[in-house]
């Protein structure tokens, strides 16, 4: 599945793969914060067999451009994004799909576009706010001020630790510990993950998680009148 490249009106060059039946209904696929597309390693050649399935990388992810501006890390310009792939790939109307903080992406590209959007599927992820309630708590958004300004602050050596840390069998032990159940998850089907996010600038991370976590698609929720299929 080759990828090709999209170009934005503000320049950004988004990595773009397609595969399945030409003629099929549209699926597009949107990612988490920090992912690539691993989360749809066995859904995706199950929706191939019966759809046109899409998939690209959010700028500052993957293959694609990291922006010059960092302002527009945020989920209102990914869900402009995701459009500007879909006129880029002729797709008139499309099944949104979105995985954790992708489910802010679809649903706002939703309610930009609700005529041409099919159907949302919204998978393990909130409508706002995630880190409010994250864990069952909403320690994560009161430590994440102290967390991103420690990161912008001393970005140099965050990258350093950032690129050694990740791809470790510690930070799979971690993620084990503190979020993921191994007995759900095959650990091959989750360092792809920690290899992308060591690859991954960790300052695009932490701008785009301040907004992620600040972010409220509650005002479109009530205007979307199409079929949402939701995955807890």
């Given at each position: 599945?080759?990828?090709?490249?999209?170009?934005?009106?503000?320049?950004?060059?988004?990595?773009?793969?397609?595969?399945?039946?030409?003629?099929?209904?549209?699926?597009?696929?949107?990612?988490?914060?920090?992912?690539?597309?691993?989360?749809?390693?066995?859904?995706?050649?199950?929706?191939?067999?019966?759809?046109?399935?899409?998939?690209?990388?959010?700028?500052?992810?993957?293959?694609?451009?990291?922006?010059?501006?960092?302002?527009?890390?945020?989920?209102?310009?990914?869900?402009?994004?995701?459009?500007?792939?879909?006129?880029?790939?002729?797709?008139?109307?499309?099944?949104?799909?979105?995985?954790?903080?992708?489910?802010?992406?679809v649903l706002e590209a939703a309610a930009?576009?609700?005529?041409?959007?099919?159907?949302?599927?919204?998978?393990?992820?909130?409508?706002?706010?995630?880190?409010?309630?994250?864990?069952?708590?909403?320690?994560?958004?009161?430590?994440?001020?102290?967390?991103?300004?420690?990161?912008?602050?001393?970005?140099?050596?965050?990258?350093?630790?950032?690129?050694?840390?990740m791809p470790t069998e510690f930070a799979?032990?971690?993620?084990?510990?503190?979020?993921?159940?191994?007995?759900?998850?095959?650990?091959?089907?989750?360092?792809?993950?920690?290899?992308?996010m060591a690859r991954m600038d960790p300052?695009?991370?932490?701008?785009?998680?301040?907004?992620?976590?600040?972010?409220?698609?509650?005002?479109?929720?009530?205007?979307?009148?199409?079929?949402?299929?939701?995955?807890?």
């Open positions: 599945m080759p990828a090709t490249s999209v170009r934005t009106p503000d320049g950004v060059q988004l990595s773009v793969r397609e595969a399945g039946l030409a003629s099929g209904p549209v699926v597009l696929l949107c990612d988490g914060i920090g992912c690539d597309g691993y989360i749809w390693r066995y859904l995706r050649p199950w929706l191939e067999k019966r759809c046109r399935v899409i998939h690209f990388h959010y700028r500052g992810h993957g293959q694609s451009d990291i922006p010059g501006d960092r302002d527009t890390l945020t989920i209102g310009q990914f869900a402009r994004d995701v459009w500007h792939v879909a006129d880029a790939m002729a797709v008139r109307e499309a099944m949104l799909f979105g995985h954790s903080m992708g489910v802010q992406v930009l576009h609700p005529e041409r959007t099919r159907a949302v599927l919204a998978l393990c992820g909130a409508f706002e706010r995630p880190l409010d309630t994250f864990g069952g708590t909403d320690l994560g958004a009161k430590l994440l001020p102290v967390l991103t300004g420690a990161m912008f602050r001393w970005e140099g050596r965050v990258r350093e630790v950032w690129q050694r840390a799979y032990w971690l993620a084990t510990a503190t979020e993921i159940n191994p007995r759900m998850i095959r650990r091959d089907d989750f360092l792809p993950y920690l290899a992308h300052v695009v991370f932490a701008t785009l998680l301040h907004d992620v976590a600040n972010h409220s698609a509650r005002a479109a929720l009530g205007r979307l009148g199409l079929p949402v299929l939701v995955v807890a």
